[in-house]
C-alpha cells in the first residue's frame, strides 16, 4: 500500500462528491428500507415464530459439528429470549438499525460493542455462549434492485461465537425475505468474518514477546542508570559514559535544557520554529486524514468543507513536505562542509552512514513492532477490526522500510515512513555533492542548478504526458505514487535546501547590510510566495468550477516547488542576518528546543494515537473544524508523552552509542551539545538530521 493516508483522503472526498445528493432524492423505496429499522427485535421476533429446524442454515449439505455448535447456542439464544433472560435480551439489544442521517454520510451504526463482546453464559459444564459483534454490510440499491439513492451502511449485529460469517448470512437473507419479501443477494447484504470480533485476543507470538522483553530490559536499564545518577554521582560534569547513555536524569536534562542562543553565535536560532510548526502542521494534516476513517454522522459535510478557504491548509499540507526537504538539505551541506574545511577536505563517509543509521533504525524497527503488535493489547473497538490498519502489509514488507525504499514499492508498513524513505537515499548522494563542492566550488553549485531544474522539467513533463493530477476531482493512486512518493521529485527541494546550506558556507561570518526597500520586497514576494502556493488552487477547487488544464496544474506543482523552497529560504537568511521582526522573535524562541529535540519521535508515533483514537470510538462522531482541533490537542498531547518514554526508553540510549564505542569528540560535553542545532560539528548535524521529523503522506 503507498501513502494510504493520503488515498484514504483523497478517495473519501472523491465519494463524497459521488454520493452528494440532491434535494428531493428520497424515494419511495426508502420506506421499504426503514423497515428494518430495529434489526434486533426482527430478529428476536423472528426466532421467536419459527423452529430452527424450518431455516436454511444447513441447506442439503450435511452438517458438520460448527453447523450442529451454532444451532445449539442459537436455540439456547431462543430459549432465552421466550424466558426473558438478561443475557439473552442483551445480545439483542446490542445490535445497531438502519443508521439515521443516511442523507448526512452516516454510514454506521455502531450498535453497543462492549455489551456484545461482554455476554458470557454458561449453558452447560464445560459450555458457555460469548458474544460475537459483526458489521452487516448493506447496499439497498442491489437489494431492492432500482437506484434507491441511498448509500451502503454498515450495521453492528451480534450472535453467539460459535456461528460463522456464513451462517449469519443465511440466517439474516431469511429476515429480510420476511419483512420485504424479495430475495436477497449475497453482494446487497452480507457479514464477512473480517469485521467480526470476540473478547477472545491471539495469544502473544515471538515477535510480540521480543517487543516486551525489550522496551523493559531497557526500562530497567533506564531506571537502573538513573538511580546511579542520583545516588552516586556527584558532580554532572563527570558522568561516565555508560550513565550518559541510560541515565533519564541526564537525557531529560539535554532534551528540557533551554539555552540562551546568544551564547553560540553559529547556532540558526529560528529552525526550531521551523521544524516545530511544520511539524504540527504534518499532525495537524493527519488528523483530518483519519478522521475519514471514523463514523461521521455528516461526512457529507465535508463536500462543502473543501471548498472553503480553510481546507486549503490541509488539501496543500503537502508544503510541509518541502520544508523539511530545504532543512535537511541545507544542513547536510553546511555543517559537513565546515568541518572538511578543517579537516583539508575529508569526510569520513562510512562513519557518517553508521552515525546515521545508529540514530534512526531502532526507533523506527521498534515503532514496526509497536504498531504491529502492541496496538491490539492497548485498545479495540468496533472499528478495530484486524488491529493496525497496515498490519498486512508490515508483515510483507516491514524489510523494505528497515532498508528505506518502501516509497517505491506497493506495500508500506507504515504509511509515514516514505518520508524517511527519500531522505535517506538522498543522504546516500550526499557525500558526492559534498566533494564536488568542496573541489570545485562554485562550478560544481552551477551543475547542481542544472540538475535542478532538470527534475523540475521531469516532474512537469510526467505529470504532461500521463496527464496526474493531485487535485481531489481528478486524483488517481498511480498519480500519488509516481509524482508524490518518487525520490526525483521531491530532490528539488533537498537540493534547493544543499545550495542554500552551500551559500551560507561561503558566506560564513559576512553580515549583509541591505536597504529597507530590499528587505521589505524581500518579506513581499516570500509572502505572496507561500500564499500562493496555498491558495492559488482555491478557485478550482469549487466543485461547480471547470478542471484546471494538465499545463495549468503541472506547472503550479512544478513552479511551487521550487518558489516554496527559495520562500523558506530568505525566511531563514532574514532571521540570520537581523531582518526577520516579528518572524525571528517567534521561529527564535527557546521554546521551542524541547518539541524541536523530540520531533523525530513526535513524527513517528503521532499516527499510532490518531489510529487508536478513531477505531477505538464506540459512538458515532461529528466532522467539524472544531471537532477535529479538540481531537488535534488531545492526540498531540499524548503522542508528546509517549514520544518522550520511547526517547529515553530507544533513542537516547540507542544515540548515544557513539560514545560507548569510545568516539572522541571536539565539541562540548554531551548535556551541552545536544542542546542547540550548532552548526560547528558533524555530531550536531547528524542529531539535527535525526530528530527532525519527517512529513507523512499526505
Given amino acids: 500500500m503507498v501513502n494510504i493516508v493520503g488515498v484514504v483522503f483523497l478517495c473519501g472526498l472523491a465519494l463524497v462528491s459521488a454520493d452528494k445528493f440532491t434535494e428531493g432524492a428520497v424515494r419511495p ?12 427485535l426482527a430478529f428476536a421476533g423472528h426466532f421467536q415464530d419459527v423452529e430452527l429446524n424450518e431455516t436454511s442454515l444447513l441447506d442439503t449439505r450435511v452438517p458438520t459439528e460448527k453447523d450442529l455448535l451454532c444451532l445449539s447456542d442459537l436455540t439456547a439464544v431462543m430459549m432465552g429470549l421466550q424466558s426473558g433472560q438478561h443475557w439473552a435480551l442483551k445480545m439483542i439489544d446490542s445490535w445497531g438499525s438502519i443508521p439515521s442521517g443516511l442523507f448526512t454520510g452516516n454510514v454506521y451504526d455502531l450498535g453497543n460493542f462492549d455489551e456484545c463482546l461482554n455476554i458470557r453464559k454458561e449453558v452447560s459444564q464445560g459450555r458457555t455462549i460469548q458474544g460475537k459483534y459483526c458489521f452487516l454490510s448493506v447496499s439497498p440499491s442491489k437489494m431492492l434492485d432500482v437506484d434507491s439513492g441511498i448509500g451502503n451502511f454498515k450495521t453492528a449485529t451480534c450472535f453467539p461465537a460459535s456461528c460463522s460469517a456464513a451462517h449469519m448470512n443465511r440466517f439474516m437473507g431469511q429476515l429480510v425475505k420476511q419483512f420485504l419479501n424479495v430475495n436477497i443477494p449475497s453482494a446487497a447484504m452480507s457479514i464477512s468474518d473480517s469485521s467480526c470480533q470476540t473478547s477472545e485476543r491471539e495469544p502473544w507470538d515471538g515477535l510480540t514477546i521480543f517487543m516486551i522483553v525489550f522496551l523493559s530490559v531497557m526500562g530497567a536499564l533506564v531506571a537502573l542508570f538513573t538511580l546511579w545518577d542520583y545516588c552516586l554521582v556527584k558532580n554532572q560534569d563527570r558522568l561516565p559514559a555508560i550513565v550518559k547513555v541510560f541515565s533519564a536524569r541526564a537525557n531529560s536534562r539535554v532534551l528540557f535544557r533551554v539555552v540562551d542562543s546568544r551564547a553560540n553565535p553559529n547556532v540558526i536560532e529560528c529552525l526550531n520554529g521551523i521544524r516545530c510548526l511544520s511539524l504540527m502542521w504534518v499532525v495537524f494534516c493527519h488528523q483530518y486524514i483519519l478522521s475519514l476513517l471514523a463514523a461521521n454522522i455528516n461526512i457529507f459535510n465535508a463536500f462543502s468543507w473543501v471548498q472553503t478557504p480553510y481546507a486549503s491548509f490541509i488539501v496543500h499540507g503537502l508544503f510541509s513536505v518541502d520544508s523539511f526537504f530545504v532543512l535537511g538539505g541545507m544542513l547536510v551541506a553546511l555543517i559537513p562542509l565546515r568541518l572538511m574545511d578543517r579537516t583539508q577536505g575529508k569526510l569520513n563517509v562510512p562513519m557518517m552512514y553508521l552515525h546515521r543509521l545508529i540514530r534512526i533504525v531502532p526507533l523506527l524497527a521498534i515503532a514496526i513492532v509497536v504498531y504491529m503488535k502492541f496496538m491490539p493489547m492497548v485498545t479495540d473497538g468496533p472499528l478495530f477490526e484486524d488491529g493496525y490498519s497496515q498490519k498486512s502489509e508490515c508483515e510483507r ?40 563542492l568542496y573541489k ?96 492559488a488552487l482555491y478557485p478550482a477547487s469549487q466543485w461547480s468550477a471547470p478542471a484546471l488544464s494538465t499545463v495549468a496544474e503541472s506547472s503550479y506543482y512544478t513552479l511551487t516547488t521550487v518558489g516554496w523552497s527559495m520562500a523558506l529560504c530568505w525566511v531563514i537568511f532574514a532571521c540570520m542576518h537581523g531582518y526577520g521582526g516579528l518572524a525571528n522573535s517567534f521561529l527564535s524562541s527557546p ?7 523530540l520531533s523525530y519521535s513526535v513524527y513517528i508515533w503521532h499516527m499510532f494515537f490518531q489510529e487508536v483514537n478513531v477505531r477505538s470510538t464506540r459512538t458515532n462522531s461529528y466532522f467539524s473544524d472544531y471537532m477535529i482541533m479538540l481531537n488535534f490537542w488531545s492526540t498531540f498531547g499524548f503522542t508528546v508523552l509517549f514520544a518522550y518514554v520511547m526517547y529515553l526508553l530507544v533513542e537516547a540510549p540507542f544515540g548515544g552509542l557513539d560514545l560507548l564505542l569510545g568516539h572522541k569528540r571536539k565539541s562540548p560535553p554531551l548535556v551541552k551539545q545536544k542542546s542547540q542545532i550548532d552548526v560547528n560539528g558533524p555530531s550536531n548535524m547528524e542529531e539535527h538530521k535525526v530528530t527532525t521529523p519527517a512529513p507523512a503522506a499526505e
Fill in 29 to 40: 423505496e426508502f420506506q421499504r428500507v426503514e423497515q428494518l429499522r430495529s434489526l434486533g
Fill in 591 to 597: 521554546l521551542w528546543q524541547p518539541l524541536s529535540r
Fill in 440 to 535: 570545485w566550488g562554485k562550478k560544481a553549485a552551477a551543475g547542481i542548478v542544472v540538475l535542478i531544474i532538470l527534475l523540475s522539467g521531469c516532474l512537469f513533463a510526467t505529470m504532461m504526458v500521463k496527464e496526474y493530477s493531485l487535485m481531489y476531482k481528478k486524483y488517481t493512486p498511480e498519480g500519488m505514487k509516481e509524482i508524490y512518493n518518487s525520490t526525483h521529485t521531491h530532490a528539488t527541494p533537498w537540493l534547493i535546501g544543499f545550495l542554500f546550506g552551500y551559500y551560507l558556507h561561503i558566506n560564513k561570518g559576512k553580515k549583509f547590510m541591505l536597504s529597507r526597500s530590499a528587505v521589505c520586497c524581500g518579506w513581499i514576494l516570500c509572502l505572496a510566495m507561500i500564499f500562493t502556493s496555498i491558495f
Fill in 397 to 436: 514488507s516491514w524489510y523494505l522500510t528497515l532498508l528505506f525504499v518502501n516509497n517505491y514499492t506497493e506495500d508500506s508498513c507504515l504509511g509515514h515512513s516514505w518520508y524517511l524513505a527519500v531522505d535517506m537515499q538522498l543522504f546516500l548522494i550526499s557525500p558526492i555533492l559534498l566533494i564536488a
